[in-house]
Each structure stands twice: as C-alpha cells, then as structure tokens.
C-alpha cells in the first residue's frame, strides 16, 4: 500500500476504521434524539456498518432521516475521539451510571487481563476497542446513508432480547455514495426472490422453511446448468456416481465430521442405530474409491457428483437460494499421486476458467490456512499450503491469504465470483487433502508394485447449484443467455388465422431441440410483445398474414430490436449458432 493511499478506501484498514467511526456517531446521534435507548454492539462490517439497540419503539425511515441530520450536526462539530482505559470495576461502574446494561454484560464477560478501553466524543462515551479516526470532522456527513432497520438478537442467541439493527454507509465523497446508492437499487431490482417469483423459477414456503422448490421453467434451467456442467467435466475426464443420501454414525465419525459439523446435521435413529442425513459428499466418494482395488496407472481419478445434501442453517440465516437448508453440490474428488499434485490443481483452475468465462464471472482467490480446529500435522499442512500456492503462481494467478479459514482436513483456494454490478460471491473451492485419505485407509500400487496412498483434492465449480442460479440469475437480471433461458423463443400469432401457422413454427423449433412456446391468446400483439419481454424469453416470432404468405417469421429480440422476416431456416440458424457459441468450447 502506497504512503498517498493510506488514508483512502483503498485501504482495507481505513475503510473499516472509518465506518467504525461512523458508528459510534450513529449511537451519539441515537442517544441525543432518544436518551433511553440502550445500546448493545456496533462493529463495522464488509459494507458499511451497524449497531444493535433497544428502543422502547419501532424505528421507521423517518426517525433513520432524523438521525441522518444528527450525524451530519455531529460531524460539523469536529468533535475529537479520545481513548482511554479503565480498571474493571471502574468500567462497570461507568456503564452501570449510564443505564447500559449490554455494555456492563459484555465488560463481565471479557477475560480477566483484557485491557478495558472506552472512546469519548464531546458528551458521548462508548466501551470500544477501536481503532477510530481522531475527529469527527473526517466523516463527510453529506455522504452518509442509513440504509436499513431490522430484527437482530442480542450476541446472535435466538433465545435472547430481541433488537433493533440499524445498518450504514457511508464514503469520503458524496458522488461515490450516489454510485453506491444506485448500485443498491439496481440490485434490488435484480433480487433472485423477486425475479425467481416473476419468472416462474422457484418457490419458498412456510412449509419448508429453507427447503426450496422449482417450478417447471426452474427445473429447466436447473437441468440445463447440469447438462452443462457434465459436459465440461467428460471434457476433462470425470466419471460421475450418486452416494446415499443417509449413512450411518460411524462413517461420519471416521471421516471426523461427525467431532466436527453434528451440530449443522440432520441425524435420525434407523434400527437402533444412529444415521446422519449427508451436509456434504466427500465421505460416499470415500466408499467409491475403496470399493474397488486401484494402480497408479488410474491415477489421476476424477469422480463427480451432484449430490443432494442438508445443512441446518439458522432461521435468521435463511435468505433465497442463497442460503437453503437442502441443496445439490457439484462434488467432485480427483484421487492422485503426490508428483501429481500441482498439475492437478492447475488443471482443476482451468476448468474453473472455462465454467465461469462462459458466465462472464470473473473471480479472486483466496488461500485459507489451517485453522484452530484441524486435523494432521503443522508440517503436512504447510506443505499443501506450499503446493497450492506454487500452483497457482506458476499459472501467473494473484491470491490473497485468509489466515485460519481452511477445511477441518486441508488448505483451500476459495474462488470468489464477481457479478456484472461488481458484487462477490463465494462459489468454487479446491481443497487439498491428505488427511481423508489416511482415515479411510485408501491405497493404490504404485509402479513398484507397492501399496502407497494416495492424496485427494474436494473441488466444487458451481458450489451449490441453487445458490448458483441465484447468483446468475441476479447477473443476467432474469435475462439469460440464449442457450441457458428456460424459454427460448416465443411464438406470437397476430391474428386467430395465424394461429395454426405459429403452431406449425413451434413444432419445428421442438423438433430441432428449440424450447419454444406459442402464446395463442386473443390479446393484441402489442400488449403480447410487451409480456413476453417482461419475461425475458430472448425471441419473440410475430407471424402474421404476410408471414403466412412468404413462408417467413419477424423475429423480434428482447431488447427491443428488430431483427426483420426471415426464413424458419434462417432463424433456427441464427438461435442455434448463439446456443453453440455459448458452450462449445
């Protein structure tokens, strides 16, 4: 990091000390305007920041704008930000004078040695480690927005006082706010639970909290995703297999889940034994492997699957398809040789490159470490860690370190996806690991004629595949490529006499692999065109008279152009060359 940007957003320290700052100016603001309100916690966040309070009334976007014009009041007054420590019992009395008894909670609860530190500003003093800006006067307060209010437990635990979130944003500069704000906005428009109702796609209930369901045009788009992705995987030479999805205790205890995930598993009891309904794939790949005897000469062995599996996810968590309680994963565990290693990886990343080119995504990397609750040696783990980075460095591949976030077994590479409005999104991972294999006791004859074990890489492209559709479905806002739309052209016939000449152009599209539908209602074309735009269905074929005559179809595309008349023939050449221009490779 530059000296000159070392106080600017570039800078990942000074964005967040910044918005911590704000914070604690929202909570003056707060307490000016309503002195009984208490205040809980209030942390700066990837975007923004928020604080948990409890207020003896709802707030409404009125009293956010109310405390919006506090803010701006405080950060005209320059107020300077002073840190300063106090002994516990001095601490306490501090919070206790104040009436915050969140804040006298959390003082109970820190260790004995913890150093207690507070920051004042002008009237306004809050227990906090920090860091802060020195002044009040750095925040510009024409660049600050309030963005939301909702429901937040006290430290996370549903069986707590419930409070009030208030999350903000704000930017040095008021322009770069407005980008902010109308980013914001065309995200909304894009939200995948909105689109996924107007389109058709998908469906959530209180039935099944977490548990999505996909309507028709969703099952085609799902199953159109998967045709792909065993497209490209036979391309790099997977075989694919389906694993139960229930197996007992004792495989999910040898594989170390069990010590290590029960609590985000769905276990049930079957002939007095206990089962685990599987969060994820890896340990049926496991069987697979052993089931049979193997040779270096197999190796390396790359096995796919798009397994169904359940995780018990918190009911605040849930959120769309981003985060479900049941999903299909695109597992696949590739076996191999240690000399293997780095051209496994590397050619796992090509793969990635092909999946997410085709989607327009492109992606950072991140390394995680080991982490505190881990399994094998420090030293098996800085070697995986050593080849994972050399694998991607050779390919000229920048990444960034995440310290301690690595899979119970092994190092990762996380692949973090940006959409078309420059949000992330976490979606691929290959995870290196030689500590499965062991566990399992999994073997092949290497060239000596000797029984050696192999090591594994778990690897996902798509992650799940529901959140997946998500994701793309908000990058394409709805209108997705030719070759992936759950429709593809829509036939709109003029006229009643037409209608059995748009029946006659479906049929043919049918039968050349077309998915095509004929909207045969006696509506007037202009309000047909209008809907089928509002569905996003790429093609609409307007047949009328003339057409009739001609033997032709004008094709009209989604975005409004006019493509003109043209032949069946040349139509169907047109679609099918957008199709395979998509996937083929």
């Given at each position: 990091m530059s000296e000159e940007n070392l106080y600017t957003f570039e800078n990942p320290e000074y964005r967040a000390t910044y918005w911590h700052t704000c914070s604690h100016v929202m909570a003056q603001a707060v307490k000016r305007l309503w002195p009984e309100v208490k205040l809980a916690i209030g942390?700066?966040?990837?975007?923004?920041?928020?604080?948990?309070?409890?207020?003896?009334?709802?707030?409404?976007?009125?009293?956010?704008?109310?405390?919006?014009?506090?803010?701006?009041?405080?950060?005209?007054?320059?107020?300077?930000?002073?840190?300063?420590?106090?002994?516990?019992?001095?601490?306490?009395?501090?919070?206790?004078?104040?009436?915050?008894?969140?804040?006298?909670?959390?003082?109970?609860?820190?260790?004995?040695?913890?150093?207690i530190s507070f920051y004042k500003q002008g009237e306004f003093t809050d227990l906090c480690a920090g860091p802060h800006l020195d002044s009040t006067g750095r925040i510009k307060g024409n660049a600050i927005k309030l963005t939301a209010c909702n429901a937040a437990y006290w430290r996370g635990d549903s069986s707590r006082q419930t409070?009030?979130?208030i999350y903000g944003m704000a930017f040095p500069k008021k322009?770069?706010?407005?980008?902010?704000?109308?980013?914001?906005?065309?995200?909304?428009?894009?939200?995948?639970?909105?689109?996924?109702?107007?389109?058709?796609?998908?469906?959530?209930?209180?039935?099944?909290?977490?548990?999505?369901?996909?309507l028709p045009k969703g099952m085609v788009l799902k199953n159109t995703l998967l045709d792909y992705w065993r497209k490209v995987h036979k391309k790099y030479g997977y075989v694919e297999i389906?694993?139960?999805?229930?197996?007992?205790?004792?495989?999910?205890?040898?594989?170390?889940?069990?010590?290590?995930?029960?609590?985000?598993?769905?276990?049930?009891?079957?002939?007095?034994?206990?089962?685990?309904?599987?969060?994820?794939?890896?340990?049926?790949?496991?069987?697979?492997?052993?089931?049979?005897?193997?040779?270096?000469?197999?190796?390396?062995?790359?096995?796919?699957?798009?397994?169904l599996v359940h995780r018990h996810e918190l009911s605040g968590a849930l959120h769309g398809l981003f985060r479900v309680r049941c999903f299909n994963q695109d597992d696949a565990h590739v076996f191999m040789t240690r000399e293997q290693m780095q051209d496994v990886i590397q050619e796992t990343v090509r793969l990635f490159d092909e999946v997410y080119s085709t989607f327009g995504l492109s992606y950072t990397i991140e390394l995680s470490t080991m982490p505190e609750d881990h399994i094998g040696t420090v030293e098996e783990w800085e070697k995986n860690q050593d080849i994972l980075k050399a694998a991607i460095?050779?390919?000229?591949?920048?990444?960034?370190?995440?310290?301690?976030?690595?899979?119970?077994?092994?190092?990762?590479?996380?692949?973090?996806?940006?959409?078309?409005?420059?949000?992330?999104?976490?979606?691929?991972?290959?995870?290196?690991?030689?500590?499965l294999p062991e566990r399992f006791q999994l073997e092949y004859t290497g060239e000596d004629g000797e029984k050696h074990r192999p090591v594994m890489i778990h690897r996902v492209v798509l992650g799940s595949i529901e959140r997946f559709i998500g994701v793309i479905t908000e990058h394409f806002a709805g209108a997705f490529p030719a070759w992936l739309a759950p429709v593809q052209?829509?036939?709109?016939?003029?006229?009643?006499?037409?209608?059995?000449?748009?029946?006659?152009?479906?049929?043919?599209?049918?039968?050349?692999?077309?998915?095509?539908?004929?909207?045969?209602?006696?509506?007037?074309?202009?309000?047909?065109?209008?809907?089928?735009?509002?569905?996003?269905i790429p093609y609409m074929l307007v047949v009328g008279d003339r057409d009739m005559e001609n033997g032709t179809v004008s094709v009209r595309h989604r975005s409004g152009e006019d493509l003109g008349?043209?032949?069946?023939?040349?139509?169907?050449a047109l679609l099918g060359d957008e199709v395979k221009e998509m996937i083929i490779k």
């Open positions: 942390p700066s966040i990837d975007e923004g920041w928020y604080y948990d309070m409890d207020a003896p009334f709802a707030f409404t976007p009125e009293h956010l704008e109310q405390i919006e014009s506090e803010m701006r009041k405080i950060c005209k007054e320059k107020l300077k930000l002073e840190r300063f420590e106090l002994p516990r019992p001095e601490a306490l009395k501090l919070m206790e004078e104040k009436g915050e008894s969140f804040k006298v909670e959390l003082i109970h609860d820190l260790p004995e040695d913890e150093v409070l009030q979130r322009d770069e706010l407005d980008e902010y704000l109308a980013k914001i906005e065309e995200a909304k428009k894009r939200d995948h639970r909105r689109l996924g109702k107007e389109l058709g796609l998908f469906m959530l209930r209180d039935e099944g909290p977490g548990f999505p369901f996909f389906s694993t139960p999805i229930m197996l007992n205790r004792q495989l999910w205890e040898r594989s170390g889940h069990w010590d290590h995930y029960k609590n985000n598993m769905y276990t049930t009891v079957i002939d007095d034994v206990d089962f685990a309904v599987k969060p994820m794939n890896c340990p049926g790949g496991m069987l697979v492997y052993a089931s049979e005897p193997h040779s270096y000469r197999e190796l390396p062995l790359r096995v796919g699957e798009i397994g460095t050779d390919m000229g591949k920048d990444f960034v370190i995440n310290e301690g976030d690595g899979a119970f077994y092994g190092p990762k590479l996380d692949f973090h996806l940006a959409d078309s409005l420059g949000r992330t999104w976490q979606c691929g991972t290959i995870q290196l690991d030689s500590q052209v829509k036939v709109l016939p003029v006229t009643d006499r037409a209608g059995e000449y748009a029946e006659k152009i479906s049929a043919r599209l049918d039968e050349q692999g077309f998915r095509v539908e004929v909207d045969g209602r006696n509506e007037k074309i202009g309000k047909k065109i209008r809907e089928a735009t509002l569905e996003k008349a043209m032949t069946l023939d040349q139509f169907a």
